[in-house]
Nanobody, 130 residues
Framework: EVQLVESGGGLVQAGGSLRLSCGAS????????MAWFRQAPGKDREGVAM??????????ESLKGRFNISGMTQQRTETDLHLQIDNLQPDDTAVYYC?????????????????????WGQGTQVTVSS
């Protein structure tokens, strides 16, 4: 069973940076894809960024420029996924979730939909003060 554990959230002032991490284990397929989502209070879960099985990243159009996703998505039973967030704004306040799905995925904006992912972490809270 794939297990995901997020860390790195916290309270930060607007303009600051955070690096979120997701420790992933239990992969049994050669290829998989991983993603970061976030959910603010009263809002739907939103796809932030994902890494396809070939290592290529996809970002939500509205979030390009301040987010950087990194990690390996092949031939490993364990891996780490990271999300660097710069110039944090109060609107970035949310619970950030790591997600994964086994099997080859080509990436692209369709893979920023939560329904594409079977495995989820428990989330890490990011709070940005103005």
């Amino acid at each position: 069973e794939v297990q995901l554990v997020e860390s790195g959230g916290g309270l930060v002032q607007a303009g600051g940076s955070l690096r979120l991490s997701c420790g992933a284990s239990g992969f049994t397929f050669t290829y998989y894809c991983m993603a970061w989502f976030r959910q603010a209070p009263g809002k739907d879960r939103e796809g932030v960024a994902m890494i396809a099985s070939d290592g290529s990243p996809t970002y939500a159009e509205s979030l390009k420029g301040r987010f950087n996703i990194s990690g390996m998505t092949q031939q490993r039973t364990e891996t780490d996924l990271h999300l660097q967030i710069d110039n944090l704004q109060p609107d970035d306040t949310a619970v950030y979730y790591c997600a994964a799905n086994q099997g080859y995925c080509s990436g692209g904006s369709l893979w920023l939909a939560a329904r594409r992912y079977k495995y989820w972490g428990q989330g890490t809270q990011v709070t940005v003060s103005s």
